[in-house]
């Protein structure tokens, strides 16, 4: 589906994709998000995924140009905050996102799991 940003995201937002990612993807990054969160923040890069929150910053700092997520060649990026005015660079089937997520929360496992040794 093509995505058409909301007026705010269009304005005043960072970088949007051309396509609208199925619903199950706000829900597979709000659990990811939820295993990698200390204290509230997440930000994470480690190889398999990265995950960054929404950059507040100034529009020539480098921090801006990151996805909000990236797995391979796909990204997903939303404005505010994970659910709103997501978009992302490609098509998939729900199969092949699922595929994606799943290998993305067993590294958010392992990371965890390392955490507490």
Not at 17 to 38: D, F, G, Q, S
Not at 63 to 72: H, I, L, S, V, Y
Request: charged share 30%.
């Amino acid at each position: 589906m093509t995505y058409v940003p909301e007026l705010g995201q269009a304005c005043f937002g960072r970088e949007w994709h051309n396509h609208e990612p199925p619903y199950l993807v706000e829900n597979w990054l709000l659990i990811i998000k939820a295993m990698l969160e200390t204290d509230g923040w997440y930000d994470e890069d480690n190889g398999v995924f990265s995950m960054h929150p929404y950059w507040w910053g100034e529009e020539d700092d480098p921090e801006a140009d990151r996805p909000n997520f990236k797995c391979g060649d796909v990204e997903v990026n939303f404005y505010k905050h994970i659910g709103r005015g997501m978009s992302t660079n490609t098509q998939m089937s729900d199969m092949d996102w699922h595929k994606m997520f799943v290998r993305c929360v067993q590294k958010a496992i392992e990371i965890k799991e390392a955490e507490q040794k």
